[in-house]
């Protein structure tokens, strides 16, 4: 591996890293005050599968695999787009780009169309997104 490819997917997963501690930190007052489980959902763009250390990465990265010991690991994926924007509005809706409109990274996911953060704020869940 090259020095700039893995400088790449050091980059990338310290940016990962922010936003854990970031999306941990709103969160724990909630759970303080709740019996409800916390879920936390990270979904990051450009990671292969083998990026973090648990799948196998060259790069150490301990805080993401500890989540991932105590947690759900996922051994397939799909998505319905290449592009962030429409990949993003297709997972939280459940909905195709040609029916979330979101074509491509130009036309953001506005929270519109309802999406499973809109069912879970319903059921009384306190719902924080973190990122684009």
């Known amino acids: 591996m090259t020095q700039a490819v893995c400088c790449a997917k050091t980059l990338r997963v310290k940016r990962i890293l922010l936003f854990l501690v970031a999306l941990c930190a ?3 007052s909630a759970a303080s005050q709740s019996n409800r489980p916390n879920i936390v959902l990270i979904m990051a763009d450009d990671l292969g599968f083998a990026d973090i250390g648990c799948y196998g990465s060259e790069i150490r990265t301990p805080n993401l695999d500890a989540l991932a010991t105590r947690g759900i690991q996922f ?6 787009s290449a592009l962030c924007v ?5 997972f939280a809706t459940g909905r195709y780009p040609h029916d979330t409109k ?19 704020q319903a059921n009384g869940n306190k ?3 973190i990122g684009k």
């Open 75 to 80: 051994d397939s994926a799909y998505t319905n």
């Open 26 to 28: 709103l969160n724990l």
């Open 102 to 120: 979101c074509w491509d990274n130009a036309i953001a996911y506005d929270g519109r169309q309802p999406s499973w953060g809109h069912r879970l």
């Open 127 to 129: 719902v924080v997104s």
């Open 86 to 90: 429409p990949a993003r509005a297709g």
